[in-house]
């Protein structure tokens, strides 16, 4: 499970047609507790918000889970998480 907290919108003039209606989010990916990368999803809940922590489905799974129209998405917002514990935890110990 791959999980992130929202941080924007995206965008896009242009896209393929069945994505129309999909919101397109960044999200910055979470490992450890710690911020990673920056991504962009697409949001299949169509509820998710600036600040949300979510996980996410990546690759060919992603445009699986738009059943209706599958469509060019690497990777998909499928849930939110009610907490997030960003405590470090000490690995050696």
């Known amino acids: 499970m791959i999980t992130g907290r929202i941080t924007g919108t995206v965008v896009a003039t242009v896209k393929d047609p069945s994505m129309e209606g999909v919101p397109l989010l960044t999200v910055k990916l979470m490992e450890k507790g710690r911020e990673t990368e920056t991504v962009?999803?697409?949001?299949?809940?169509?509820?998710?918000?600036?600040?949300?922590?979510?996980?996410?489905?990546?690759?060919?799974?992603?445009?699986r889970i738009f059943r209706d129209c599958q469509g060019p998405y690497d990777m998909a917002v499928v849930g939110f998480i009610d907490t997030y514990n960003t405590e470090q935890v000490n690995e050696c110990g």
Do not use: C, N
């Open 40 to 63: 962009v999803a697409a949001d299949h809940t169509r509820q998710a918000g600036y600040g949300d922590f979510v996980f996410l489905i990546p690759k060919k799974e992603a445009s």
